[in-house]
């Protein structure tokens, strides 16, 4: 792991009484594309903020590179942002909307020429120098944000959703693209986003957040595959949470059967969640099982098929490529190291909540 | 065949005809014509005579002196409305156009009574033995009342051109390292171009025009070209003349909408 190049201490934040950010601990280190993720309200935009500068902490300090700079104003911090639907300044042509910052800093002609036509290669839009903004598609202009943005090379991006506005097409073909200029740029990116499939395909670390709390931090596999909690669980990729209880280490009884997994030191006869990806339910015949069970819905999605099964009085959310149709009984079978044990949440804002993105 | 949707603009299109075209275009036939109805350019050209062009001149002053002052008051209160949450900026404005809901002639009217010489304002100033205000009758009166009475017409459509800046584009500004007086005329200021525009039409072209405030506040001694063409239809009764002073007025009107036309083509800083 690189160097830490940015560390938030103890910041919190409250908007009318309300509290956005309740103590918050992150460190950031060189080179690292972070996401924070989380519904709205969670309070990452709010953190992405007090990075910028844009938002003071209430209370707390905001470290880069060892120099605190929590009271140090927007334009005078090592970084730049790039804003959620672009704010591109749409009386200037995109050479002068990104030579703008190089302008600020006294540099001389020739060097914010070299600058813009880099970066416009860099983003793909080479030739557009004296393009309008407005005349540019949404894409288009998200690319010149990046663009404004990287010529002053801030060691660190801040990226507030860049890919809220795009079509789904455009959204994939940016996310690829950001990890390439991420990568060639060399830089530290800080993005912040609600969609869990962006942050998982561009991440190399990802902060789940929820009610100002940090949920979970880690790489996207690990966020993915071992959910600490029931809110990172459920808000990351579908999953079964089922009530359970541990039996004692590597056994699990989940709605009264029991199953082999691969967790320990729960303590014995603890109740906890069981966390179960649909993708990971293997549907076999009647009896071949671990328990069974009679599907009650079936949906095509094209890459599998979404079924629910009933069993033991719980739906379980299956995926699969093999086909059972509805009212047909089966049998369900988990291997044991896609069985993921959670301790139950011990407070309210853990608690799993339905959202809609 | 017309659609059924285009007739329903029929009373409206009544109602411009009838009081919109045809009295436009009488004005164009007097202002054409002399008193046997032959076509003459004498009443155009008469701008050039020494009283009258005096009086365009002195219209051109005070109301280019009105719009900078109103523009320079209203330019700092828009700023901090387009910035104030939702909840408490209606209440602000509605102060501000709270005026407006009075009668003009009445609050013009009204300056008079306290401007006089025993004036409300006087007599205050001389039971504090304070020197008399002497400004009524002066072009400072008048450039007073046309300041107050097209204060709002500034304020509004430079608040809508305001709020209509993302304020993140402000937050770009900063985080590409501008300062605040930097970003204000970098970004700010030109982005509000169109309500600035907007904003100086309607305040200069009523100012320029004007015949109430400078008869009631100029104490008809200042003549405004707007009070030499009332003269002209109501005492002299020259309606050829004042016709023809008249078209000379509009002309600093197109003047004027053509400029806004090319600044404001969004249309965004338009009224209300």
Known sequence: ?357 | MISKKKWLSVPYLFWSGLFIIVPLGMVVYYGLTDRTGAFTLENITAIATAGHAKALRLSLLLSFVSTVVCFLLAYPLAMILAQVQVKRHNFIILIFILPMWMNFLLRTLAWQTLLEKNGVINHVLSFLHLPALKIINTPAAIILGMVYNFLPFMILPLYNALSKIDGNVINAAHDLGAGHIYTFFRIILPLSIPGIISGITMVFIPALTTFVISSLLGGGKLLLIGDVIDLEFTKTSNWHLGSGLSMVLMIFILINMVLSAIFDKDGEGSML
């Not at chain 1, 998982?200 to 909690?229: A, F, K, R």
């Not at chain 1, 009679?294 to 009933?310: A, D, N, Q, S």
Request: glycine residues 8%; contains cysteine.
């Open chain 1, 1 to 357: 792991m690189n160097k830490e190049l940015i560390q938030l201490i103890d910041i919190s934040k409250s908007f009318d009484g309300q509290m956005v950010l309740d103590e918050l601990n992150l460190s950031i280190h060189e080179n690292e594309f972070v996401t924070l993720l989380g519904p709205s309200g969670c309070g990452k935009t709010t953190t992405l903020r007090i990075l910028g500068g844009f938002t003071s902490p209430d209370t707390g300090r905001v470290v880069f590179d060892g120099q605190d700079i929590t009271s140090i104003p927007p334009n005078k911090r090592q970084l730049n942002t790039v804003f959620q639907k672009y704010a591109l300044f749409t009386h200037m042509t995109i050479a002068e909307n990104i030579a703008f910052g190089l302008k600020i800093k006294k540099k001389t002609q020739s060097y914010i020429d070299d600058k813009i036509r880099y970066a416009l290669k860099l983003v793909n839009l080479e030739g557009y120098e004296n393009r309008m903004p407005d005349s540019l598609s949404g894409g288009q202009q998200q690319r010149i944000a990046i663009a404004r943005a990287i010529v002053n090379e801030p060691k660190v991006l801040l990226l507030d959703e860049p890919l809220g506005a795009l079509d789904l097409k455009l959204r994939q073909e940016m996310q690829y693209e950001l990890i390439r200029m991420k990568n060639e740029l060399g830089i530290t990116f800080v993005y912040v986003t609600h969609d869990q499939e962006e942050a998982l395909t561009m991440s190399d670390t990802i902060v789940v957040m929820n009610q100002g709390y940090i949920q979970q931090i880690g790489s996207p596999e690990s966020i993915y595959n071992e959910p600490e909690n029931a809110f990172v669980a459920d808000f990351i990729g579908d999953s079964n949470i089922i009530p359970a209880t541990m039996i004692r280490d590597e056994l699990v009884e989940i709605l009264g059967t029991r199953f082999a997994c691969v967790d320990k030191g729960f303590g014995e006869n603890k109740p906890v969640d069981a966390v179960i990806r649909p993708e990971d339910v293997m549907l076999v015949e009647p009896d071949a099982g671990s328990i069974n069970g009679v599907v009650t819905h079936l949906i095509f999605k094209g890459v599998h098929y979404e079924m629910e099964v009933t069993a033991n009085g719980y739906e379980w959310l299956v995926h699969s490529t093999t086909l059972f149709p509805v009212g047909k009984e089966v049998g369900i079978q988990v291997d044991p190291f896609n069985i993921q044990i959670m301790n139950k949440p011990e407070s309210e804002d853990e608690e799993a909540v339905a959202i809609d993105i």
